[in-house]
């Protein structure tokens, strides 16, 4: 136990590097870039290979499945030997099948390998959030997640953008080009970090550890109530994500308009997140999240009455209260990861892997009933998206149950 304590005290400083912040964010954004990128190229893409509106949509599910399967795996294996060495891994897999999806033929191909990337990218995400609880604790954790997480959300802006431009100039496979480049370098940048994970404790079988922690983690309330809150906001972000396109072509956009479209929510994605880092300096973040979540929810049902009262020709009838669930997002996301993982510094990046394959699954879920009900447009995304304001409800009452007897420092 002295082991593990020394290591978090060295682990434990009150700033992150500028490098340091560097690596978290291109980790973070790994996954979201893999995603975004390629949405303006959907319709190209699907008259190359000759296949279905709903098969390339399902290229889109296909990698958020894979991203949340390989978060289980990663999670236990980093604490047991390491995040580098995980992080490797990772991104040799996040490599290799981005090359193949680059020289694929098929849609067959294309989504094996998706299915593929999304196993190799998934690794960043939740290691990144691991170092960080490794290493940094209280106030300092909650700013450094608060700074990054804004920054993940400049992917659907500059993804969409950098991927339509590569398009039109080189041609759709260009993207995944980028994307190897972008794996490399983070290869690069991780050989220069220190190892962060408590490796010097006594190990345990790994059945018996994986049951004990999963056990710790599944019993907590405090987790479980920040999980619902978190993966129902990124499942309703992701089923706009996966319906827009096709709505967007639908009233006659053009790829590069689809691509703009993603920039005003971007913006608003920031305002929520550095807002809320402010914000932290004088309110605590029981005190935040009720305002936020009411902001979410007011903005789901004004979409929603908006498609079926409406039948809006345009995009901006949607994307403006669009915005302002950008902006809930934004300042939802600090508060409530910090919140699910900070009291599993003992296993904290089975804890964090545990978290994102949860949140993922609803995306992938909400993703997939967007594609297979594709033909009613606007309104299933914001159908569903109307759901996950119900399990964000849910999510809170079960935090609010249990921090009636806790203290605030935890709920902070």
Same mark, same amino acid.
């Given at each position: ?12 400083? =009150? ?27 959907? !319709? ?11 098969? @390339? ?8 499945? $894979? ?14 030997? $390491?995040? *580098? ?35 190799? /990218?998934?690794?960043?995400?939740? @290691?990144?959030?691991?170092?960080? @609880?490794?290493?940094?604790? $209280? ?27 590569? !398009? ?6 260009? @993207? ?18 220190? !190892? ?18 999963? *056990?710790?983690?599944?019993?907590? =309330? ?16 992701? /089923? ?85 669930? /950008? ?17 599993? =510094? ?28 594709? !033909? ?25 149950? =249990? ?10």
């Amino acid at each position: 136990m002295n082991n593990i304590q020394s290591n978090t005290t060295i682990n434990n400083p =009150k700033h992150a590097s500028m490098s340091t912040m560097i690596w978290f964010s291109g980790l973070s954004m790994l996954g979201f870039l893999a995603t975004d990128m390629y949405l303006p190229a959907f !319709e190209t893409i699907r008259a190359e290979f000759g296949t279905s509106q709903t098969l @390339i949509s399902l290229s889109l599910s296909i990698f958020l499945l $894979g991203m949340a399967l390989g978060q289980l795996v990663y999670g236990p294996l980093s604490d047991r030997i $390491g995040r *580098k060495k995980i992080l490797f891994v990772g991104m040799a897999i996040f490599v290799l099948s981005t090359v193949v999806i680059s020289v694929s033929n098929s849609i067959e191909l294309f989504l094996f390998a998706r299915f593929g990337q999304a196993l190799g /990218a998934c690794c960043g995400t939740v @290691i990144w959030q691991a170092v960080v @609880i490794d290493r940094y604790q $209280g106030k300092a954790s909650e700013r450094i997640f608060a700074t990054i997480m804004p920054l993940v959300a400049l992917s659907p802006a500059l993804a969409p953008l950098l991927g339509a431009g590569l !398009e039109e100039v080189f041609g759709w496979r260009s @993207i995944f080009v980028v994307l190897v480049v972008i794996g490399l370098a983070l290869v690069f940048a991780t050989s220069r970090q220190q !190892e962060s994970a408590p490796l010097d404790k006594k190990q345990e079988k790994i059945l018996t550890q994986l049951a004990r922690d999963y *056990k710790q983690i599944i019993k907590s =309330k405090i987790f479980m109530g920040n999980m619902l809150i978190f993966a129902a906001c990124s499942a309703a972000f992701f /089923a706009y994500l996966t319906g827009s396109p096709f709505i967007m072509i639908a009233m006659g956009y053009s790829g590069a308009d689809i691509g703009l479209s993603y920039l005003p929510q971007t913006v608003a994605f920031l305002v929520g997140g550095y807002g809320c880092r402010s914000l932290l300096t004088r309110f605590s973040a029981k005190q935040l999240l009720p305002w936020l979540i009411t902001l979410f929810i007011t903005t789901v049902v004004t979409m929603l009455v908006i498609a079926f009262a409406t039948s809006p020709t345009t995009i901006w009838p949607i994307l403006i209260p669009f915005c302002f669930l /950008a902006v809930a997002n934004g300042a939802i996301y600090p508060l409530v990861i910090n919140a699910a993982l900070a009291d599993f =510094k003992n296993c904290s990046a089975t804890a964090a892997g545990l978290l994102n394959f949860l949140q993922t699954m609803f995306c992938f879920l909400a993703s997939s009933i967007v594609s297979a009900f594709s !033909e009613y447009g606007l309104y299933t995304v914001t159908a569903v998206m109307l759901f996950q304001g119900l399990v964000i409800m849910a999510g809170y009452v079960l935090t609010k149950h =249990k921090t009636a007897n806790a203290s605030d420092a935890v709920v902070a």
